[in-house]
């Protein structure tokens, strides 16, 4: 019976995803003609995507248990790192975080129709790690939106896991914090990955929890931007991250 009940909820789950989608989608394109500053009109997309997250967050009826959002600073420019262990993830933090922010996502889901056009619209940025031209014009433009004081959402792993367990950090992010001096706020998300891991459509639903760390400053590797140091940074934010498990 619980079989039967895990399929029809994820139908559901799935049919209100492209529902918002469209139905968000199309109501945020038609107000957003009516803005005309540029800025304005970014974050009436975001607001839209925030919207959009929080109804699927709700839809995939998750209980989810949020630790430590009084360690998010108010007022500061700061990149927030979770692990990412399902598409989930984007919807919970869409849904949880109180502050404005930016997602860097990877660049398929910006091929998803409605989806995609939307995110773009709302200033998220796009990351490709094939192409390495790519991702370097990405680092930066991530460094200087950091430095106009917009906030983002940087997965390190760079990609979902296939297992549960954290993956290694990526080298870009690192780059990412050396560069714009921005304190980080580690997140650690468990659950998810039980509830839809990665080539699966069928949600379970479970509890899931997510604890957010005190801003972090890596004060020692910003004036030495190399390789050794990047990946030393990365390798201890991703230790940040994981001891938050406790």
Same mark, same amino acid.
């Given at each position: 019976?619980?079989?039967?009940?895990?399929?029809?909820?994820?139908?559901?789950?799935?049919?209100?995803?492209?529902?918002?989608?469209?139905?968000?989608?199309?109501?945020?394109?038609?107000?957003?003609?009516?803005?005309?500053?540029?800025?304005?009109?970014?974050? *009436?997309?975001?607001?839209?995507?925030? =919207?959009? %997250?929080?109804? =699927?967050?709700?839809?995939?009826?998750?209980?989810?248990? @949020?630790?430590?959002?009084?360690?998010?600073?108010?007022?500061?420019?700061?990149?927030?790192?979770?692990?990412?262990?399902?598409? =989930?993830?984007? *919807?919970?933090?869409?849904?949880?975080?109180?502050?404005?922010?930016? *997602? @860097?996502?990877?660049? &398929?889901?910006?091929?998803?129709?409605?989806?995609?056009?939307?995110?773009?619209?709302? %200033?998220?940025?796009?990351?490709?790690?094939?192409?390495?031209?790519?991702?370097?014009?990405?680092?930066?433009?991530?460094?200087?939106?950091?430095?106009?004081?917009?906030?983002?959402?940087?997965?390190?792993?760079?990609?979902?896991?296939?297992?549960?367990?954290?993956?290694?950090?990526?080298?870009?992010?690192?780059?990412?914090?050396?560069?714009?001096? @921005?304190?980080?706020?580690?997140?650690?998300?468990?659950?998810?990955?039980?509830?839809?891991? &990665? %080539?699966?459509?069928?949600?379970?639903?479970?509890?899931?929890?997510?604890?957010?760390?005190?801003?972090?400053? *890596?004060?020692?590797?910003? !004036?030495?931007? !190399? &390789? &050794?140091?990047?990946?030393?940074?990365?390798?201890?934010?991703?230790?940040?991250?994981?001891?938050?498990? %406790?």
């Amino acid at each position: 019976m619980s079989g039967i009940f895990s399929y029809i909820h994820s139908v559901v789950f799935w049919f209100l995803t492209f529902f918002y989608s469209v139905i968000i989608g199309s109501a945020s394109y038609i107000i957003a003609l009516f803005i005309k500053n540029p800025d304005e009109k970014s974050r *009436f997309y975001q607001k839209g995507a925030r =919207l959009w %997250g929080s109804l =699927l967050a709700d839809a995939a009826s998750l209980k989810v248990r @949020v630790m430590g959002l009084e360690n998010i600073p108010s007022g500061t420019t700061v990149i927030f790192t979770p692990n990412h262990q399902s598409y =989930l993830d984007i *919807f919970i933090l869409l849904k949880i975080l109180p502050v404005p922010f930016r *997602f @860097v996502i990877m660049r &398929k889901l910006f091929k998803v129709p409605l989806i995609g056009y939307h995110i773009a619209q709302a %200033g998220f940025i796009s990351l490709d790690r094939k192409d390495r031209k790519r991702s370097i014009q990405t680092i930066h433009k991530v460094i200087d939106l950091l430095k106009n004081n917009e906030s983002f959402v940087i997965f390190p792993e760079g990609k979902l896991t296939r297992d549960g367990t954290v993956g290694e950090f990526g080298r870009g992010t690192s780059i990412i914090i050396q560069r714009s001096r @921005v304190p980080v706020v580690p997140i650690l998300i468990d659950g998810t990955f039980t509830a839809l891991p &990665k %080539g699966r459509w069928r949600i379970r639903r479970g509890p899931v929890t997510v604890k957010i760390g005190r801003p972090v400053h *890596f004060e020692e590797y910003y !004036d030495n931007v !190399d &390789k &050794k140091r990047s990946l030393e940074l990365g390798n201890e934010l991703r230790e940040v991250v994981v001891n938050l498990k %406790g």
